[in-house]
């Protein structure tokens, strides 16, 4: 299984998503230049976090221009995996991969610290491994992730099972005190209906040793691992 | 400030408003055998600044430990260089940009991270850490300084929400994680805030570069962003002059950062380095292009010739003068070898930057600046650079302050419960946490860092590849060193290295930043000159040699200096990172041990108990407890004993190393019981009981800042061992409480319970005085 790590101008945490895949979990990776058009043959991409072309404008509107944005675009469309972590996130958003849009923090103030997070589905390829309910520590650090979309995207995120995580407590309650910025019903995370798209705030490339106070991450990169061990025999 | 075109016809005045004196002046004269014309003449002004040339402090600095067996490179490059072991090499250094960041607190504190950032990878190094040591005015009202106006309070909020999201937009966006420093309170940082950025790098010893240019015909490669009228005179004239009422208007000599374009950058000059193509690389910061060319001919002793019209411009009509003085930002220049140019612009260009060919190595040792072939100014770089002036201003020892014991801070009778006070002093900015400023940066890109703000006494970061990590603390006391400017810098530096040591680190260099008053002032170079002896005597005495750093004077504002301020960074190695150290306490049942480096004070009779009390008096004086309590500051800052605080350090690697440590926390502000209480909160549920012992009033057990001092955490099986090692370094150990289960905080001093309170209650104090004090 191969996993390619987009980089964008300004991104700045595609080393860290590299050194989770191939040096903790031991998976084949490979960087993947913004301007190419095509994606290494990669069997799950991912559009790590960072400030991509300096998000000057709104978060992730200029990235979702670069060149490579078609490949994934083609790529998600027919089924491809793709986890936008972060800015990764804000630009599935922006690219219309992900429904809703991210305004900046309740507080106007960038955040970086351990919250925590349910995971509220896990019948999707990035969730799979972990037990529905779970508590993850996982780290926050952006200036937008408070996410927003329309009362009937709401619903139908709701309906589809497409809220994937969702800020809470350290206990698990998901109230105003376990949400760090404002996100609309603690969202934390999402995927698309076909479940083959997710984005997420929380770094999970940061939370994948417990010398950095939390492995609670690796249960996603295990999840996309698995899934696709999975299917491969499937289709063998 | 004329900054028109080469047919103005230099005169003495002209020379004057550069800020050059007559003698300065007829120096440059004689220098060129000629009258400068005008690009000429802004181009000495500002080399012979005061911020690039070291005029006054030179002959001091010479005084400063340089070597060590570890140190690769000394002051005089764009960052020091040290040895980490495994064929790496950490390059770091710390500078301010105070005056900016008083104009203009978001842009000055931004441009503050980028330079520092651009000085340690223009070394070959990729950044790995930044810390930030900022000083402002106070933020509520202080009992030590009523006079402050309640506007003044509101513009030090200003001064400082502008601070922190500079730092933070510049790092966070950069991507290396902003983990450490301090933020300090005292009135004389109202008018003057102190911003000092430490950047952090390291690279393989064999990738190392120098900004030394080489080799005749060469191409001078300029890269980066592009060259506008931002900041011209920023570095030397902001920051070598005072603040006047008119400092305002010096809003346009600030200059603007882009995080972003350095960060490409920043990728960009690594895969150039990487190349094998390029010969010598500086960065363009004070005094821009001017800087960069004279100090890279200077040091290869060659000579650069440039040619104005290729340098990529940001807008039209800008004279040879504007290009030579312009402080944009996130611009670098490089030699190349010749011949393999294309390889280096083919980097830059897939990066999206310029990269334009502007001039070539010479023989010769000029530095020749051309405009479109028509040669605009020429000077010899070497006496440029190096033959400035140097002086050796006078120096006058202040009056002694008349003091007398009623400016000391009164004792409290033995049985006085000091809960309350105790809640004050959390409260105190100086003391509360930090967490709110420090959440605004991201501490953990990079994944690396180990010990985020807060979680330990210094900041962290592990190295990839290795089983080594860094530990990195910045320290600096103005207000004692205003109080005894020598034994101020020596405690800046023990403190330092003492919160290195308490991570588990062996410090083994330090780099130093300098904000002073004006060096015109005889007691302000009095001042300097103590401290660089007092940072002499402790940096030899911990083995830390200085290996860069930078001097900011003219910190003052309508005459008023800042108090002397000494800021000392302390990088330390950590062999096996698995042995960090961090402060909060682990586990109820363990034992708390006060380790001292002091050998036992001799017995107290009932005769020196008076002496004992006036002394501990006049020490306590100056600390946080008696500022922010009493609203005194006055006596001296507690003596000092490097060799006790050297024995301290020992022990507590040592301890380290055997892993039988569950914390370790130094004492520094707010004293033994501030020590205990941050290890508590560090640890979610637990609480602490202590039982102490001691003649001391209590008040000064409690909360006295007398160094060479820590608290450690244990597992009771462990005792023996570590009273045996702490003995056989020389180290008294007290067993002083345990950590508890019930989430209660308490401390009986002499049979009497003097303190007690709920761990969660303390914490709420400490959490958020700093986030309501904004607030208000």
Known sequence: ?236 | MATASAEIKVTAEIAAEHGLSAPEYARVQEILGRDPNITELGIFSVMWSEHCSYKSSKVHLKRLPVRGKLVVQGPGENAGVVDIGDGLVAAFKIESHNHPSFVEPFQGATTGVGGILRDIFTMGARPIAILDSLRFGPITPEKSAPSVAAETIAKNRRILDGVIRGVASYGNSFGVPTIGGEVCFEPCYSQNPLVNALALGIAKKEDLFFAKARGTGNPVIYVGAKTGRDGIHGASLLASAEFTEESQQKRPNVQVGDPFIEKLLLEACLEAMATGAVVAIQDMGAAGLTCSTTEMASRGGTGIEIDLGRVPQRETGMTPYEIMLSESQERMLLVAEKGREPEVLQVFKKWGLDAVVVGEVADGGLLRVKDHGQVVAEIPAHPLAEEGPVYRRPITPPAPRAETSADWFAFAPANKNLTDNFKRLLASPAIASKGWITEQYDTMVRTNTLAVPGAGDAAVVRIKGTKRALALATDGNGRWCQLNPRLGAMHAVAEAARNVACSGARPIAATNCLNFGSPEKPAVMWQFSEIIDGLAEACTALETPITGGNVSFYNETLGASIYPTPVIGILGVIEDAANVLKSGFRNSGDIIILLDGLKEPAPVTVNTADALTADLAREFSSSEYSKSVAGIVAGQPPAIDLAAEKRLQQCLLALASSQSLQSAHDLSDGGLAVTLAESCFAAPKLGAQMTLQHNAPAESFLFGERGARAVISIAPTKLDGILHLAREHGVAATEIGNVTSDGIFSIQYNGSAIIEESVEALREIWSHSLERALKQ
Not at chain 1, 68 to 89: Q, R, T, Y
């Open chain 1, 1 to 236: 299984m191969k996993f390619g790590v987009v980089v964008f101008p300004g991104s700045n945490c595609d080393h860290d998503a590299f050194y989770a895949i191939s040096e903790v979990l031991h998976q084949p990776v490979e960087f993947i230049w913004h301007q190419s058009e095509d994606l290494a043959n990669s069997d799950v991409i991912i559009l790590p976090g960072g400030f991509a072309h300096g998000d000057y404008l709104r978060t992730g509107a200029i990235a979702r221009f670069s060149p490579v944005m078609k490949p994934v675009e083609k790529f998600a469309k027919s089924g491809g995996l793709v986890l936008g972590i972060c800015n990764g996130f804000q630009i599935l958003l922006e690219a219309g991969l992900l429904p809703g849009a991210m305004m900046r923090n309740v507080g106007l103030r960038y955040i970086c610290r351990h919250v925590y997070i349910r995971v509220e589905d896990t019948a999707t390829p990035f969730t799979h491994a972990a037990k529905k309910g779970q508590i993850l520590k996982i780290p926050i650090a952006h200036n937008e992730g408070n996410y927003t979309c329309d009362p009937e995207t709401l619903a139908q995120l709701r309906k589809n099972d497409q809220i994937v995580f969702r800020y809470t407590t350290a206990d698990g309650s998901d109230d105003a005190a376990g949400n760090p910025n404002g996100s609309m019903d603690n969202i934390a995370g999402i995927c698309n209906r076909e479940r083959n798209v997710a984005g997420m705030m929380p770094h999970p490339e940061r939370a994948v040793e417990s010398a950095l106070d939390s492995a609670d991450g690796l249960v996603i990169f295990r999840s996309l691992v698995e899934t696709f061990m999975t299917s491969a025999k499937a289709t063998a």
